[in-house]
Every structure is written in structure tokens, then in C-alpha cells.
């Protein structure tokens, strides 16, 4: 189940130019992007930083395929999400990305491997559903139901349903935001370790900027553009970063 440690390639997996996004809401219209530029290579760990409203979910739903640009162009590899319809972006999503929200989104009357095994179904090379569970240890917890684990326990769930499906990229919204201290740290071992030994490129989002140590690199979003990049001198385990 190991694998050796994974260091980022130099394969470019995204690619954005120009990007924009502007919603309208009545009268108003909200810019949650502003030209934004960006290149993601296969492997790497990014955090992104910035107070809400800053952009970073909007940026990350675009990513995913969850939403697309008003102007700009974004590439996945050979995909062109800036001008895929909905099917081509349903597709994209099935098949090559892995989201992990704030809140679980498990289905109560599902068992943990239930809820895992509802994304094997439809992916094309599926890790099986205990193998998806054991790679966030819970092996042990496989018949259990949502009401019966913690809720570090739950997230882990749906990052084993993330990763069931062998994705390129996992893209990760608050995945702490609702766990404790000790719990949190947990689910951001288990999210480094998909990284490094199997190599998924990962993006997570926070408010936590000590979480920001664990990155290869870091983006700082205000005001809908990438107002900062830096690169920590030394990459963090989980277990050496504290807030």
C-alpha cells in the first residue's frame, strides 16, 4: 500500500491564463476573479491563503470543473475546461479529480465502504472501497455508519471517496475547518500522505496559515488575484506544524 516518497514533477497538469469570474446578484455585479495566472505541476502540494471572499473557492471550483471562467483561458493537461460544456466538465470531474469540502456530504443510511463504493461504481479504475479506507485508517471501521464515527472519522471517509477513484488531483475546501485540533492534524496526515506516496497533485484551502508549512508551494489570494506566492525553505510534516 506504501509507496516510495514522491517529489513534484515538471509535467504542468493546470494552466491559467487571464482568468476571471463575475457573478451577477440583482444590479451587482461581484468580481471573484480578476485575471488571475496560474501553472500547477503534477505532484505538488499548494496551499492557498486569503480572508473570505478573496477568491480562493471560486479559483478551486473552476479547477474542479465545479464552474467555469467569464473570460481567461484554463487548461487540465489535454482538457480545455474554459470551453468544455457540461458533459465534457462531468467527465473531466469523474475521471480525474477528487474534491474534499468543510462538511462530509456522507450518506446516513450508507455504511463508511457504501459510501465509498458509490464512486467506485462509476469510475473506470477504481481503488476497491476497503483498500480506499485502509489508505485513511479505517479498515477497522468499514461497516460502521456515519452517526457512529467522529467527525474526523467522517472526513477521512470522504477523502477515502475522493481518492477511491485514482484521481490526478485532489482539491481540498476547509477540509479541516470543522475539526479540532488534534483531529484536523489527522486529516492533513492523511492528505499529505496520498500526496507523497502516490503522487496526487493537491490543492487545499484554509484560513490556517500554519498549514501553509506543509506546502511545496503557497498562493495568497485577495480581492479575486494572487496577490502573493512563497515556498517554505523546508516542507513540514503535519506533525511539526501547530496552531
Known sequence: ???????PGTQTVFEAHGLTKTYRMGATEVHALRGVDLTVVRG??????????????????????????????????EHDLARADEAALTRYRRTHVGFV????????????????????????????????????????RLDHFPSQLSGGEQQRVAIARAIAKRPQVLLCDEPTGALDYETGKLVLEVIARINAELGTTA??????AAIAGMADRVLRLGAGRIAGESRPERKLSPAEIAW
Open 44 to 77: 505538488e502540494f499548494i496551499v492557498l491563503l486569503g480572508p473570505s471572499g478573496s477568491g480562493k473557492s471560486t479559483l478551486l471550483n473552476i479547477l474542479g470543473g465545479l464552474d467555469t471562467p467569464t473570460s481567461g483561458e484554463v487548461r487540465f493537461l
Open 101 to 140: 469540502f468543510q462538511f462530509y456530504n456522507l450518506i446516513p443510511a450508507l455504511t463508511a465502504r457504501e459510501n465509498v463504493a458509490l464512486v467506485t461504481d462509476i469510475a473506470s479504475d477504481p481503488m476497491p472501497a476497503r483498500e480506499a479506507l485502509e489508505w485513511v485508517g479505517l479498515g477497522e
Open 203 to 208: 490543492m487545499v484551502i484554509t484560513h490556517n
Open 1 to 7: 500500500m506504501s509507496a516510495a516518497p514522491h517529489s
